[in-house]
């Protein structure tokens, strides 16, 4: 029986986001004895790895094969879970960060430039927006899952390895469904391979981003939205685990059980959500008149959700703070599918990889710096306040939010043409 490739899509956002280990990153190595700094500091370096491997990853995936390319990712991936779950210095974290990031290298624009290419030959490229979503909803959908399984494990096994050891069977089911993708998929590949070959795209692709202004634009606005996501959004973990302490009916469980049953029904509401989030991006994008309109629209949102969490995190108004990520999770579940649209209109069919490599690799870029900065603020504030410890990620967030909404009132009054209204 031939399997659809829409499912097959879906299916491998399920299966990638069975990622067990993704609610209790931070907690683990808090665990370990890992100051805030030193944790954006693996963080960092992962995006480092990231962004070295980027641009070639999707250069290569153009030239030589995208399936192939995704296969080698979820290799390195399960190469990075084994290290992980055997760790116990800091060199091996190193290490096991090293393998994760040249495994998202390898998956990040593959995947989408295979979906766009899909829709392109089946007459259906003006739904890239839906169904990106409708395929990205899934992947909110297999987090979700993830979670309460993930809680499941830390709750009646008490440690932190096994959710990494769990981590690998998704990874081989993914290889499994790659092998069913058809040829055609890869792309228009060579034969042999040749660094010239790979320079040369990538140089057509660099030059691009950084010559045709509305390219160049979205890079800014992917790596301050996605970059400030990624850097923040695993702050929740630590609030959480406050948050679970100070329960009354909680008491008697120990920390890790606490902690499991919070961040688990907390984390399933944000994914679930979220995946209701994606599915339907494209209704923002039709109310406010196309993927331009939205992103302006969602900007909006963004800074009233950061600047709300900076009294919540200063007064530690648990609630409210935990209200908010989940927000801000929400919201960018909204944002990604049409950032996505927006970078493939920017491309031609032979480069989509490596353009939306690009993309992945502004959100490195951006990640590269503001983990440790965050970390380094929080430590700081930390070692000065007993209180609002957590600040300065509403007020980095916020700032953000402004510079980029200055900087679209600045290109309206240059070109009025450009207001969707």
């Known amino acids: 029986m031939r399997i659809p ?18 609610p209790f990153l931070i907690l683990a190595f808090r665990e370990k004895g890992l100051s805030f700094f030193a ?28 399936r192939r390319a995704m296969i080698f990712s979820f290799c390195a991936y399960i190469a990075s879970f084994a290290t992980f779950a055997m760790s116990k210095s800091l060199f091996f974290l190193f290490a096991a960060m090293f393998f994760f990031g040249l495994g998202d290298a390898f998956r990040s624009g593959t995947h989408k430039a295979m979906i766009f290419d899909w829709l392109n030959w089946q007459g259906r490229s003006d739904e890239k927006t839906k169904i990106y979503g ?38 081989v089911l993914n290889i499994i469904n790659f092998l069913g993708y058809p040829a055609r998929l890869d792309g228009d590949t060579q034969s042999k391979f040749s660094l010239r070959t790979v320079a040369n ?35 929740l973990q630590p609030i959480l685990k406050q948050t679970a302490i100070a329960l009354p009916f909680l008491l008697m469980l120990d920390e890790s059980k ?28 039709d109310w406010r008149g196309g993927d331009e309109g939205a992103a302006q629209f969602m900007w909006w949102i963004d800074l009233v959700l950061f600047a709300l969490l900076i009294p919540a995190l200063w007064f530690n108004l648990y609630p ?5 990520f989940v927000g801000l999770a929400i ?9 996505i649209s927006r970078f493939n209109a920017q491309s031609t069919p032979e480069m989509s990889a490596t353009i939306l490599s690009i993309e992945a690799q502004s959100k490195s870029l951006a990640t590269i710096v503001l983990a440790p900065l965050l970390g380094w603020m929080v430590d700081w504030v930390d070692n000065f306040s007993s209180i ?17 909404l200055l900087a679209y009132h600045s290109e309206l009054e240059a070109n009025p043409e450009l207001n969707p209204e």
């Open 5 to 22: 490739m829409l499912f097959r899509f879906s299916l491998y956002g399920f299966l990638k986001n069975q990622r067990y280990y993704d």
């Open 39 to 66: 944790i954006g500091i693996l963080i960092g370096f992962r995006e480092v790895c990231t962004n070295i491997f980027e641009i070639p990853s999707g250069a290569v995936a153009d030239l030589y094969g995208r």
């Open 134 to 171: 409708f395929t990205r909803s899934w992947s909110q959908m297999g987090s979700a899952l993830s979670v309460l399984i993930a809680s499941i494990l830390v709750f009646y096994r008490g440690n932190y390895t096994d959710i990494f050891w769990f981590s690998i069977i998704p990874c």
């Open 201 to 235: 795209l990538l140089g057509s692709a660099l030059k691009k981003s950084v010559q045709f202004p509305p390219l160049r634009r979205l890079v800014f606005e992917g790596m301050g939205f996605e970059g400030m996501y990624k850097a923040s959004k695993d702050f």
């Open 258 to 285: 606490r902690a499991a049953l919070l961040v688990g029904g907390v984390y399933f509401v944000l994914y679930f959500l979220s995946s209701f989030a994606s599915r339907n991006s494209h209704r923002i994008s």
């Open 320 to 324: 409210a703070i935990i209200a908010l």
């Open 331 to 339: 919201l960018q579940n909204f944002w990604r599918p049409g950032l």
């Open 388 to 404: 609002g410890k957590f600040t300065p990620v509403g007020i980095v967030g916020a700032c953000i939010a402004v510079a980029i």
